[in-house]
């Protein structure tokens, strides 16, 4: 009796961790660890364990601007993996590239956050504000250069709608991300910073930038006197570094509103805002057809943007 109560025991025991892993939800992020998307969903998810009273792990997959990430999800029919992405692999990379799925192939759940490019000069620049900087890039169209992401990258396309909206013009010199073109823009090798706040503000604090403009409508808290489109007039073109929850289109619509509900609770949890905060950046939430939406919109931009460009796959 003792030798079956043990081998009773010692079955659940081993069982345990198979069921717990069974219901834990499989978060996939498509880039490497250690960066901004990754970093904010490791927040995320230790908040979000508790109000969706699942485990939550993540996955990382990089690869291809996070496409291989993205595609792995799409395939998924166990309700039980998403994925956390941002703009990148949604609406720029399926204009640009080849990609095993469309919009139509998951269902966007949740928008946590959002935070814009900025434009930056240096300290010479002959120009002290956004419309200034629009002004001069009228005046002389090929005199200046601005170093972005990468050709055909979110800071790339979002820069070209606002030359293009404004009749003003510059040179593109593409690097392979905002690390690599701060170290650019600080060596004075291009003549505009374009790419996330973050890296850019002990520089612009210490005097040796200037931002005078971000890619958002409005103006943003953590660089106040960057103007946003809508003072220059074209709120229409904002480009947004937006971070999201989407899942596979199977999963069905109570489960979509179960994690809707569990990662809008995490992204207000105050170790979120901060770390958040602290990066420069803000919680916005859009979800529902609000989110379907503004995804389709952006999408249709930036495939205006890539085609004109010649950017989109043959």
Known sequence: MNAAR????????????????????????????????DSYFRVLAKEAEAPLGETVVIVNVPGAGGT?????MVRATD???????????????????????????????????SAPYIACVHPDFPANDGAGLIAELKKNPDKYTYGN?????????????????????????????AGETLQNFLGKHVDIYVGSIPPIIPHARGGKAKCLLVTSAERVAAVPQAAGLKDIGIPQEET???????APKTTPP?????????????????????????AGEQVEIRKGKALRDY???EYAAMGAIAKALKLAPQ
């Open 6 to 37: 043990t081998f009773a025991a010692l079955a659940l025991a081993l069982a345990a961790p198979f069921a717990q892993t069974a219901e834990a939800l499989k978060v996939i992020v498509p880039t490497a660890p250690g960066g901004g998307t």
């Open 295 to 297: 995804i389709d919109r």
């Open 149 to 177: 992401d990468g050709l055909g990258g979110p800071g790339h396309l979002g820069m070209v709608r606002i030359l293009r909206a404004t009749g003003s013009g510059a040179r593109d010199v593409p690097f392979k991300g």
């Open 68 to 72: 291989i990430g993205v595609a792995q």
């Open 79 to 113: 309700n039980q993996t998403v994925a956390a992405v941002w703009l990148g692999p949604i609406t720029v990379s399926p204009n640009t590239m080849k990609v095993s799925y469309t919009p139509s192939d998951y269902i966007p759940v949740v928008q946590v956050s």
């Open 240 to 246: 947004i570094l937006w971070r999201a929850l989407i």
């Open 254 to 278: 109570e489960r979509v509103e179960k994690l809707e509900a569990a990662f809008e609770k995490a992204a207000n949890a105050p170790a979120s805002r901060k770390f958040l905060e602290d």
